[in-house]
T-cell receptor, first 112, second 114 residues
């Protein structure tokens, strides 16, 4: 069964550094999302992406964050200058339609 | 604004016993509701969803949930727990229009004892 994959599984970075988290969607999925889960807290929506543009973003998704599909397959989340509070598990989700989201295994980001 | 409340951060049952995980939602517009399961070190797996068709929804692994508008609830049940059901379960809500972002509850960790 096709799955959403994410790389890396764990990323350690220093405060102020840029990170790029990568997601390979299930083939033929058209809707893409990023969520995050800070340890011990709820899973939170960050951004949704459809037809090569952001369809919705949360208050968390400020100018430090960006998303793109650089090659039409991978879906990436970039954090330009990481902060300690960006440490979290980041989940990519993709879907054929808007109301069926399949999640990847997540990337654990640790900012030191 | 929409929200989800999951009563009970931890639920323990014996193998073979009924599983009941509670979820209540708040929404000013017709909601779509979801249950996801997360096994250790894995991502979120969709168990089932309610998108305004039948109010009793059947999902994978023998789970089902019933949408009760009068009670604003979407509780998850399974008649007979199996050891492999031990995991964290998340209820989530979204609107039926204008947005598809999922609003998650805090999760319920299910333990199954032999």
């Amino acid at each position: 069964e096709p799955e959403v994959t994410q790389t890396p599984s764990h990323q350690v970075t220093q405060m102020g550094q840029e990170v790029i988290l990568r997601c390979v969607p299930i083939s033929n999925h058209l809707y893409f999302y990023w969520y995050r889960q800070i340890l011990g807290q709820k899973v939170e929506f960050l951004v949704s992406f459809y037809n090569n543009e952001i369809s919705e973003k949360s208050e968390i998704f400020d100018d430090q964050f960006s998303v793109e599909r650089p090659d039409g397959s991978n879906f990436t989340l970039k954090i330009r200058s990481t902060k300690l509070e960006d440490s979290a598990m980041y989940f990519c989700a993709t879907g054929r339609g808007a109301y069926e989201q399949y999640f990847g295994p997540g990337t654990r980001l640790t900012v030191t | 604004a929409q929200s989800v409340t999951q009563l009970g951060s931890h639920v323990s049952v014996s193998e073979g016993a009924l599983v009941l995980l509670r979820c209540n939602y708040s929404s000013s517009v017709p909601p779509y509701l979801f249950w996801y399961v997360q096994y250790p070190n894995q991502g979120l797996q969709l168990l089932l969803k309610y998108t305004s068709a039948a109010t009793l929804v059947k999902g994978i692994n023998g789970f089902e949930a019933e949408f009760k508008k009068s009670e604003t609830s979407f509780h998850l049940t399974k008649p007979s727990a199996h050891m492999s059901d031990a995991a964290e379960y998340f209820c989530a809500v979204t609107q039926s229009y204008n947005t598809d972002k999922l609003i998650f509850g805090t999760g319920t960790r299910l333990q199954v004892f032999p």
